[in-house]
């Protein structure tokens, strides 16, 4: 077979190219007993929801994200949950939102699940001090709760700044719930993420089955989080007295920890038993009503759900309690792939990060992997969250470029190689993702049997498939599979109909999600920017915390 090897030329410009005569069309029916394979394989492992595809829908704006999620909040009934990295000290109108309806509706609970180091920075505004109101005029029905990653501890809990020791691991969840309507995202609850900060959000209309799973996972997490409560309130519950040694008090709020019998710092293996025994006893519950439905339509002669409902998989990965449920994910679906370059069926994988830095498993997937198609979109070093901040912070752009350059190195080399020994086909392009006066923080990937068609697997979610998502923060995201599109028959019922066309937008929701990230890409210029030789020892040295 003749090959064309084109990687020199185009790595700079952030293109790695071996080519051949060959080429293969994976339609995407063609590709179905792929994703079958693997949702079965899944299933084994995870707990899965079948949901109608009408369901679903893919934002495109932060200010359409902003303005649902407040509508959302003031048609609350029953239950508000927030789970996210913090609230800014700027949100008074979501502030204010939650405060309204809490008034207007006496049973309504909110519930609050956010990151410990980050909402408690010292100052004036911190998130901790912008919830105060809410906790003292709702106090029985405003529960917050604040997770603090066991990994800092020490004299390191001691000398790092505040500023820093986010790098010892977060709470990084993006779950934002009412009743049964969820947004997952990975955009946290501040201004930039309303207005200018490129993200993703996928919204849920009426669905208890997940709505319920993500209310019981932050639920799950509480008892390994702090309390907080506001420091006149401690006298009132009559807690003075009985603050155990772990809880702590600063300024106008006390921090209470749940669990007096175990330390903050070892909770790892209570929290791995609760994470595990938590999937286990959802997929088996799931499963279980699955086969009840099953059986129920089977005796009335239904069908309880379609072939074209969307399939959905939660993923909890929590790396330092040992709970890796994402990187078996990759692990699955790349022994899948495999299995479709096979049949001669290359597939297209679009990926993206704000803070590329490829976790090394992942990036030796897919490296070793050349029948995947790989088109990778990272933040500028201007659209970086850090980009212009001062001190150390203001080198995180460069380091991401620092580590951009090692991959498509490494990219090179591995296209070297393959050219070399005449091994079929490979292509990954680096892109680089810049609007003027925004940031960049989508994540996530997309799956495509081809180039040209739609995609049938997306993960989305809170992490950034890096390094600190995969060993240091709490993350959970969520696979979704979605049906191939429907041969034409001579004649089909109006219902069945709809449903079809259902799915078939939703996945053309996917490929305008796709297109309206790239259409703001433009060749990766990493090559040829120039690295101190600072940033590079704060690589080595932090490298994982990126």
């Not at 946290?188 to 997940?210: E, G, H, S, V, W």
């Amino acid at each position: 077979m003749l090959f064309t090897f084109r990687s020199v030329l185009h790595s700079r410009l952030g293109r790695i190219y071996i080519t051949s005569r060959f080429s293969s069309t994976c339609p995407t029916r063609k590709f179905q007993p792929i994703l079958e394979d693997l949702t079965t394989e899944l299933k084994q492992h995870q707990p899965k929801f079948s949901i109608p595809a009408d369901g679903i829908r893919i934002l495109s704006q932060p200010s359409e994200f902003y303005s649902m999620l407040l509508d959302m909040i003031r048609s609350a009934e029953k239950r508000v949950f927030l789970s996210s990295l913090y609230i800014g000290s700027s949100e008074s109108e979501l502030i204010s939102t939650l405060m309204d309806r809490l008034a207007e509706k006496e049973s309504l609970h909110l519930y609050l699940q956010l990151d410990f180091n980050r909402s408690t920075r010292p100052g004036p505004s911190s998130t901790a001090t912008v919830l105060l109101p809410l906790l003292r005029a709702f106090p029985d029905r405003v529960h917050v709760s604040l997770f603090r990653s066991p990994s800092l501890r020490g004299i390191m809990a001691k000398v790092v700044p505040p500023r820093y020791n986010e790098g010892w691991g977060t709470w990084h969840a993006k779950v934002y719930g009412v009743d049964d309507h969820l947004i997952i995202s990975g955009a946290n609850l501040n201004k930039d993420y309303f207005t200018n900060r490129r993200d993703r959000y996928i919204r849920f209309t009426a669905q208890p089955r997940l709505s319920n799973y993500c209310f019981n996972f932050l639920r799950e997490i509480s008892p390994f989080s702090y309390r907080l409560v506001p420091f006149d309130a401690i006298t009132r519950e009559n807690h003075g007295p009985h603050l155990n040694p772990h809880s702590q008090t600063r300024g106008d709020y006390a921090l209470v920890w749940p669990d007096p019998e175990t330390h903050p710092h070892h909770i790892g293996e209570k929290m791995y038993q609760a994470l595990t025994s938590f999937q286990i006893t959802n997929r088996e519950k799931l499963d279980e009503e699955e086969k009840d439905e099953e059986e129920k339509d089977e005796k009335l002669n239904q069908c309880s759900s379609t072939s074209s409902d969307i399939t959905i998989f939660p993923l909890i990965q929590a790396g330092q309690f040992q709970v890796r449920e994402e990187e078996r994910f990759f692990q699955l679906l790349f022994a899948y792939l495999k299995k479709a370059a096979m049949l001669q069926k290359q597939p297209m994988m679009d990926m993206t990060s704000g803070y590329f830095n490829l976790y090394k498993p992942y990036q030796k997937l897919l490296l070793l992997h050349p029948q995947v198609g790989a088109r990778i979109v990272a933040a500028s070093p201007k659209a970086n969250g850090f980009y212009g901040s001062q001190g150390i912070s203001g080198r995180i752009p460069e380091g991401y470029t620092y580590l951009e350059q090692k991959f498509m190195r490494a990219a090179k080399r591995t296209a070297n190689r393959f050219a070399l020994f005449g091994a079929g086909q490979s292509n990954i392009e680096l892109d680089e993702w810049e609007k003027d006066g925004w940031t960049y923080h989508a994540k996530g990937l997309w799956l495509s049997p081809s180039a040209d068609s739609s995609p049938v697997l997306s993960l989305f979610g809170s992490t950034n498939l890096n390094a600190r998502s995969a060993d240091i923060d709490t993350e959970l995201s969520f696979i979704m599979i979605l049906p191939p599109p429907p041969p034409p028959p001579p004649s089909v019922s109006g219902h069945s109909q709809t449903v079809k066309d259902n799915a078939m937008t939703l996945r053309e929701q996917l490929s305008q999600e796709i297109a309206d990230i790239r259409k703001d890409v433009r060749p990766w210029k990493g090559g040829l920017r120039k690295v101190r030789w600072l940033t590079k020892i704060i690589v080595f040295l932090v490298g994982n915390k990126l």
